[in-house]
């Protein structure tokens, strides 16, 4: 079949929206028709050609949600007309990582998703002769795509797409690290550095699990406003503060007899590696967690005194906030459904297929919190 869709094809370049070729679903497939999808960092960060990993020319997108139009042989979780929402980290609930329960990072189809193809190691995306890749497993800036029927999660079909599209990357990442990495208790302090698409995401998780004290860290002070909006109780400037930002932290949480300062956790929403080494810091002694979510440039590396780790401190990562997509993700739509948590007013760009360069221009001017494409 033909399909619209935006084309990266080099580094640097706008995307270029065209028709393209697509084939059908193999076993174990569907064919999904997009309806709705995110513009996020890492779509920008392989299009602007600092992921050493980018392929070209490729799909880019992967915060989409669509309907299922076609499916494979042997096809059995998701039928024709179900909504779905595509996974980039997938769930097969039958290799070592989901039967472990530790981790979320399935490994079923791992090798060939980074090189841009469907597991069979060919691509379903072409234009006349040459191929196209796929991207993280999704390609969602195509009107169609096909997908292993283990990275779609099945999704109550009253939900609008426009909005729960954020929840394929941006939402269950920020709410996930809280609820799933982090494990964030009722009446814990916290730290949120990087108020953008994440950051906000994590605050409206912290409010979620009952947390007490949420401080946002963040350069722009328009972001006081957006991070109050979403349960942020303090707001720090870290340009603003005489001094270093992280006793300036420790001081603001300090608690109890001893007065020792600190938070319970702190969470990286930057990937600035100085600003993961203040967020591990500006944790409390023994027992403080700091969850970096930040995606750092290529080669980039972390530090900070081992004494820091001695004395209790947790240094944790977490990948699409830890959930496992075909069983947590339904559940964040439901929470949304039912008013648990908020997307809309994070959604503040609603662009044309068209339009999607604008959308880059938007974040690159971070102008936006989300961008979303309508089909
Ligand atoms: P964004 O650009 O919308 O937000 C970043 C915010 O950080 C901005 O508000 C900016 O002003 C602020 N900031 C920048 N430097 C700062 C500093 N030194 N101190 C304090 N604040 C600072 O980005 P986003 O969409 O929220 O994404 C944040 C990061 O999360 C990116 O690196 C992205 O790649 C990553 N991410 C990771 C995962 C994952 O699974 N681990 C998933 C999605 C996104
Ligand atoms: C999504 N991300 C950033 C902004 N939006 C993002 C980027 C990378 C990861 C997660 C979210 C990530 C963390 C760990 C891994 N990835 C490796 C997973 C593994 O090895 O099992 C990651 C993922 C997908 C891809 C590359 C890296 C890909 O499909 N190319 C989940
Ligand atoms: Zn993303």
């Known amino acids: 079949m033909k399909t619209r869709a935006a084309v990266a094809y080099a580094a640097g370049k706008p995307l270029e929206v065209t028709e393209v070729d697509l084939e059908g679903p193999k076993e174990g497939e569907v064919l999904i028709e997009i309806k709705a999808t995110g513009i996020c960092h890492t779509d920008e960060f392989t299009l602007s050609g600092a992921d050493p990993e980018g392929l070209f020319p490729a799909i880019l997108g992967h915060e989409g949600a669509g309907i299922v139009v076609d499916v494979g042989k042997g096809v059995a979780s998701v039928k024709k007309g179900d909504h779905v929402i595509p996974l980039y980290t997938p769930e097969c609930r039958q290799c070592p990582s989901c039967l472990s329960r530790k981790t979320n990072l399935c490994t079923a189809i791992r090798a060939t998703q980074g090189q841009g193809l469907m597991p069979d190691g060919t691509s379903r995306f072409s234009i006349g002769k040459e191929k196209i890749h796929h991207y993280m497993g999704c390609s969602t800036f195509s009107n169609f795509t096909v997908l292993p029927e283990i990275a779609v ?155 820091q780790l001695v004395t209790g401190r947790v240094w944790k990562g977490t990948a699409f906030g830890g959930a496992r997509g075909r069983t947590d993700v339904p559940k964040i739509v439901d929470w949304y459904m039912a008013g648990k948590i908020e997307i809309d007013p994070m959604i503040t760009h609603t662009l044309t297929l068209d339009e999607i360069n604008k959308g880059f221009d938007l974040m690159h001017a971070g102008k936006s919190i989300r961008s979303v494409v309508v089909y």
């Not at 500006?282 to 995606?295: D, E, K």
Request: net charge negative; glycine share 16%.
């Open 153 to 307: 999660a099945k999704v109550d079909p009253d939900a609008p797409f426009d909005k729960i599209c954020y929840i394929g990357c941006g939402v269950t990442t920020g709410v996930g690290a809280v609820l799933n990495t982090a494990n964030v208790e009722a009446g814990a302090t916290a730290v949120v550095f990087g108020l953008g698409g994440i950051g906000l995401n994590v605050i409206q998780g912290l409010r979620l699990a009952g947390a007490d004290m949420i401080i946002g860290v963040d350069l722009n002070n328009d972001k006081k406003e957006w991070g109050e909006r979403f349960g942020m109780t303090h707001f720090v400037n870290p340009k603003e503060v005489g001094g270093d930002v992280v006793s300036h932290l420790v001081n603001m949480t300090k608690r109890g007899a001893d007065q020792i300062g600190g938070a319970d956790y702190t969470f990286d929403c930057t990937g600035n590696t100085t600003v993961m080494r203040q967020a591990l810091e500006a944790c409390h002694r023994g027992w403080g967690q700091s969850i970096v979510i930040g995606v750092a440039g290529a080669g980039q590396e972390i530090s900070t005194r081992p004494f």
